[in-house]
């Protein structure tokens, strides 16, 4: 990490950076503030607990570019931001689902997917190796001439799952309530528009105390998301991997953390 880098993990602003800093960038704010900004956005941080927000004043545009770049760049979803995302309607299976709609229609190979990337495709959409082909193969066999373009054309989003993979949930995690509108409302049973109005009311609440088919009704529409608690001294365990993605690494903060994680983490060690 260059010096420049250092002091923008620091948070530190224009006028808290060293003078050699400063004379290193020819004595530039403009060029400090740009630099600070997209290193916020490539590390996906947080607006109002990082220097970005004295530098870009628009919090939603600012999340807004985020997950657009880490749509780009085949990034993991940032769960850590999940209720700034909500807030955009943006949950994880709609960002993958556009993701893998984007790769598809550019005829990118499944290879092109970062690791953590592609499992977590996998794990939400169902869509491995073995499906992504099956899926090109049909798209490219369905396509359909535009006498306008002169192009042959294929609508990738008719192959693509609906809605998300039924996960498994753990009964202490936390459900909390999406970016619900009138319109979802009306399409909505007596019993979710219920639970939406108590999470509304009285805030998240933990998964054990809601029927888990209610939590799935709701999740697979989009409307709930789950927080997943975890504390500085909670312990995590990871079991050996089984059917793990190996495409190629991005080379991310998150994913260097992911892999840190992989390979030092066992059942005695804490979080922090």
Not at 56 to 74: G, T
Not at 135 to 159: A, G
Not at 183 to 200: A, N, V
């Amino acid at each position: 990490m260059n010096e420049v880098e250092a002091c923008m993990k620091k948070g530190c602003v224009w006028k808290t950076l060293p003078e050699q800093i400063k004379s290193a960038l020819g004595h530039s704010k403009e060029e400090y503030d740009r630099m600070l900004f997209k290193y916020s956005i490539r590390n996906q941080l947080r607006f109002k607990r990082s220097a970005v927000r004295f530098v870009y004043k628009d919090e939603r545009a600012y999340y807004v570019k985020l997950i657009n770049h880490s749509q780009r760049h085949l990034m993991l979803y940032p769960y850590h931001l999940q209720e700034k995302m909500i807030g955009l309607r943006i949950t994880p299976f709609s960002y993958y689902l556009t993701m893998m709609e984007e790769i598809m229609t550019d005829f990118k190979s499944y290879d092109s997917l970062p690791n953590f990337t592609a499992a977590d495709c996998l794990r939400l959409l169902g869509i491995g190796r073995n499906q992504f082909i099956d899926l090109m193969n049909q798209c490219r066999l369905n396509r359909k001439f535009n006498l306008m373009s002169m192009k042959r054309i294929v609508n990738i989003r008719e192959y693509l799952p609906h809605v998300p993979v039924q996960i498994p949930i753990q009964p202490w995690w936390i459900v909390c309530v999406g970016f619900v509108t009138e319109e979802d409302i009306k399409g909505c049973s007596p019993r979710m528009q219920s639970l939406i109005d108590s999470l509304i009311d009285c805030g998240p609440q933990i998964a054990s105390s809601i029927s888990i088919n209610l939590i799935h009704s709701l999740y697979s529409r989009g409307l709930i998301y789950l927080h997943i608690p975890i504390e500085d001294s909670t312990r995590v365990y990871v079991p050996p991997l089984e059917g793990f993605v190996m495409n190629r690494v991005l080379g991310d903060y998150l994913e260097t953390l992911l892999y840190k994680i992989f390979i030092s983490i066992d059942e005695r060690t804490t979080v922090a």
